[in-house]
């Protein structure tokens, strides 16, 4: 059974850089060709997908944050990365980390229980 | 502003039968990619209902099914059961900016 777990600073001040790391167990992120994901979600609102590495080679981001975005995987310690630079109170969010499985789409089929960042001096 | 456009509530009584929607254009749902579904209790993470416009992962049970028509697709629900109310999300890859992966804003199910 495939297990992530999200961590990092709850609280990052404003124009810094917010750093979460995703751990995964029950399988290694370096093998089936999957899509190891961030998605965040505004308290009380929708998802909103932010990007992905996939297992293969290549990463992929949301437009609206590609300028500020890093995803990377590490697979010595088999996480996977999220580096948004330049923060601001908007960045206040929940994070979850998923793994991304592909058919004839990406599906998100494993998430982590998502961890709360505050943005805020 | 999604992309993909879903109702932002849907209710009904136990043992009815809901739809939620889920309207695209031309640039995901309708480009003939497909939809998957998620559902979140309040206070957990998502969990995948449905994959690939109408498959179940294991353990989902069969009341929530998934269909796609057009740029549209639908998640529906029979014999409503209280534990069935949650938020509901599909999600799409879409070639436009918006891209590449795209939620709905989500639907809010509430078991009258």
């Known amino acids: 059974q495939v297990q992530l777990q999200e961590s990092g600073p709850g609280l990052v001040e404003p124009s810094q850089t917010l750093s979460l790391t995703c751990s995964v167990s029950?399988?290694?992120?370096?093998?089936?060709?999957?899509?190891w994901s961030w998605t965040r979600q505004h308290p009380g609102k929708g998802l909103e997908w932010i990007g992905y590495?996939?297992?293969?080679?290549?990463?992929y981001y949301n437009p609206s944050f590609k300028s500020r975005v890093t995803i990377s995987m590490d697979t010595s310690e088999n996480r996977f990365s999220l580096i948004l630079n330049s923060v601001t109170a908007a960045d206040t969010a929940l994070y979850y980390c998923?793994?991304?499985?592909?058919?004839?789409?990406?599906?998100?089929?494993?998430w982590g229980q998502g961890t709360l960042v505050t943005v805020s001096s | 502003q999604s992309v993909l456009t879903q109702p932002p509530s849907v209710s009904g009584a136990p043992g009815q039968k809901v739809t939620i929607s889920c309207t695209g254009s031309?640039?995901?749902?309708?480009?003939?990619?497909?939809v998957n579904w998620y559902q979140q209790l309040p206070g957990t993470a998502p969990k995948l209902l449905i994959y690939?416009?109408?498959n179940r992962p294991s353990g989902v049970p069969d009341r929530f099914s998934g269909s796609k028509s057009g740029a549209s697709a639908s998640l529906a629900i029979t014999g409503l059961q209280a534990e069935d109310e949650a938020d509901y999300y599909c999600?799409?890859?879409?070639?436009?900016?918006?891209?590449?992966?795209?939620f709905g804003g989500g639907t809010k199910l509430t078991v009258l």
């Open positions: 998923a793994r991304g499985r592909a058919s004839r789409g990406v599906r998100f089929d494993y």
């Open positions: 029950g399988g290694s992120i370096n093998s089936g060709g999957f899509y």
């Open positions: 590495v996939f297992s293969g080679g290549g990463t």
């Open positions: 031309s640039s995901n749902i309708g480009a003939g990619y497909d």
């Open positions: 690939d416009n109408d």
């Open positions: 999600q799409s890859y879409d070639s436009s900016l918006s891209g590449p992966e795209v």
